[in-house]
T-cell receptor, first 115, second 113 residues
Framework: NAGVTQTPKFRILKIGQSMTLQCTQD?????MYWYRQDPGMGLKLIYY???????DKGEVPNGYNVSRSTTEDFPLRLELAAPSQTSVYFC??????????????FGDGTRLSIL | KQEVTQIPAALSVPEGENLVLNCSFT??????LQWFRQDPGKGLTSLLL?????REQTSGRLNASLDKSSGRSTLYIAASQPGDSATYLC????????????FGGGTRLMVKP
């Protein structure tokens, strides 16, 4: 059971570089999310999507972009990496809200350092 | 702004103790509330989900309660074991948040043999 898969697991970037964090889920979930987790803190929502072709900003969207061309994939792009974006990034998914007893499923995270 | 607070931030107990982790939130209008476990260097695993119409949920040695009117949830762990050592995160879904979760800062639990 793959669930939510994130790649890469680790990455070091130089300031100003760009990269895409990949996320894919095989559970046919409509909703997908990107969070960041700074050391000792809870998770903060970056962007989310309620279905293919639909995305919206979360609490901390600045410096990031997303797209949702398929139900399965929800990549997160950093265009100009900054040290403040050093964090652990988690992707999550769940079904439509009408299934209120379904929890969010999380990937194992991407640990990103920007130097 | 809706906020979620977890107390204590860290907790160390000897094996076998029963313990309670606390979560408070500023808006009682929630759709559901989830408790997650996070092991070091890993993602989050959902432990329990309580819908707004429910008062508690149980899974094995874990029991989560919800009091919406006071904006509180507790996670009770019975007969703690070293394998319970992890960070526990509380995350309500507020009614106006459209299927999005707001996370507390977590409680880091250490159970000593």
């Amino acid at each position: 059971n793959a669930g939510v898969t994130q790649t890469p697991k680790f990455r070091i970037l130089k300031i100003g570089q760009s990269m895409t964090l990949q996320c894919t889920q095989d559970m046919n979930h409509n909703y997908m999310y990107w969070y960041r987790q700074d050391p000792g803190m809870g998770l903060k929502l970056i962007y989310y999507s309620v279905g293919a072709g639909i995305t919206d900003k979360g609490e901390v969207p600045n410096g990031y972009n997303v797209s949702r061309s398929t139900t399965e994939d929800f990549p997160l792009r950093l265009e100009l990496a900054a040290p403040s974006q050093t964090s652990v990034y988690f992707c999550a998914s769940n079904k439509n809200r009408q299934y209120s007893n379904q929890p969010q499923h999380f990937g194992d995270g991407t640990r990103l350092s920007i130097l | 702004k809706q906020e979620v607070t977890q107390i204590p931030a860290a907790l160390s107990v000897p094996e076998g103790e029963n313990l309670v982790l606390n979560c408070s939130f500023t808006d009682s209008a929630i759709y559901n509330l989830q408790w997650f476990r996070q092991d070091p260097g890993k993602g989050l695993t959902s432990l329990l989900l309580i819908q707004s119409s429910q008062r508690e949920q149980t899974s094995g040695r874990l029991n989560a309660s919800l009091d919406k009117s006071s904006g509180r949830s507790t996670l009770y762990i019975a007969a703690s074991q070293p394998g319970d050592s992890a960070t526990y995160l509380c995350a309500p879904e507020f009614n106006n948040a459209g299927n999005m979760l707001t996370f507390g800062g977590g409680t880091r639990l250490m159970v000593k043999p």
